[in-house]
């Protein structure tokens, strides 16, 4: 361990604000681009039930035809 | 080796890989992540010129070696995208710019952020800054160019070719620092493999920077990976077994509409081809 105390852990040498700011913008990326993969594929999801549905529907209206014939 | 590999040109063979592949990166990724960040910020000893400022060089380093990394991997599926027309190594690309953009924007942002207390500037324009900017250009270009087309396949095909022509910019901003009088200094672990001199830096300190090295290359496979399989989910949307992955299960009358869709393609088809 480089550091006395979670005082000099923070301030770096001084250097505090530059480190921590780089680390946490890196994992700020990170995340993001993680969380926009997730949300994604959520969508994707949402749209193939909508589509199911849809095929559902026409499935039901074509049935509904043959009957009245 | 070539029938080992064929099958994984149909998207849900890849799919069904990838999806298998996940957690074996994503465990190992986040342990090493966790691992890099207490050695490299609290264990690692500080530099006797830039003390604590230094540390940095644990983000900075890991993303702009993947940052080029994966635009040659970027490039390799452009040259299978083009030469064999598989459609998984233009959905590689599209899975694989975002990620490099962003490593890209990460060695930059973190760059400045360093610049600031040890060159006294956030910003010069020297060779090897201003080629890794053009090294962000390169990826936002091929994203754009994917989708500035009516054609998907005609925008990835425009994509791999601007994604090989770019990898020129590779050798130039490794070899920057070397041939151009630059602020930047001289590469500290790869010159073992490209000038075949033992890496400038203390093995307290090398070693950290290795395993971020590592951390973040698992990590950003692990954002390549999900992206990926979106992107086959995306495409193959239609597609009973994509359907099924996304929690729609057809049942039986859904099914028997499907056959009949096809039948009646088949049979459209006949029709033109008489």
């Known amino acids: 361990m480089q550091f006395d105390s979670w005082q000099a852990f923070i301030q770096m040498g001084g250097y505090g604000i530059y480190v921590w700011s780089s680390f946490a913008g890196t994992f700020l990326c990170f995340g993001l681009l993680a969380l926009e993969s997730i949300w994604r594929r959520k969508k994707l999801a949402k749209e193939a039930s909508k589509q199911a549905a849809r095929a559902q529907r026409i499935l039901r209206a074509r049935a509904a035809k043959k009957n009245r014939i | ?274």
């Open chain 2, 1 to 274: 080796m070539w029938r080992w590999l064929h099958p994984y040109a149909k998207p849900e063979a890849t799919f069904a890989l990838t999806q298998k592949l996940i957690p074996w990166f994503a465990l190992p990724g986040i342990i090493l992540v966790l691992v890099s960040l207490v050695w490299g910020l609290a264990f690692a000893p500080p530099d006797y010129q830039q003390g604590e400022s230094y540390r940095i060089i644990f983000v900075h380093v890991p993303s702009a070696m993947w940052a080029m990394g994966f635009y040659v991997g970027m490039a390799i599926m452009g040259v299978i995208a083009l030469v064999w027309q598989i459609r998984t190594a233009e959905l590689a690309i599209l899975a694989i710019a975002p990620v490099g953009a962003v490593l890209t924007f990460i060695s930059l942002f973190t760059g400045a952020i360093w610049g600031q207390p040890m060159w006294g500037t956030w910003w010069v324009w020297d060779a090897r800054l201003t080629a890794q900017l053009i090294l962000l250009f390169l990826y936002l270009g091929v994203m754009a160019l994917y989708v500035a087309f009516e054609d998907e396949r005609a925008g990835a095909k425009a994509a791999s070719i601007l994604a090989i022509v770019g990898v020129i910019n590779i050798p130039i901003i490794h070899y920057s620092v070397y041939w151009w009088n630059t602020l930047h200094q001289k590469s500290t672990v790869t010159r073992a493999i490209t000038r075949l001199e033992a890496p400038s830096i203390a093995p307290e300190m090398l070693w950290p920077l290795l395993v971020s090295i590592l951390a973040m290359l698992l990590v950003s496979i692990v954002l390549v990976l999900m992206r990926l399989n979106n992107e086959i989910l995306r495409r193959e949307i239609h597609r009973p077994w994509a359907l099924a992955e996304l929690g729609i299960t057809l049942d039986s009358s859904a099914k028997a509409h499907n056959d009949a869709e096809k039948k009646n393609v088949e049979k459209k088809g006949g029709a033109d081809a008489v």
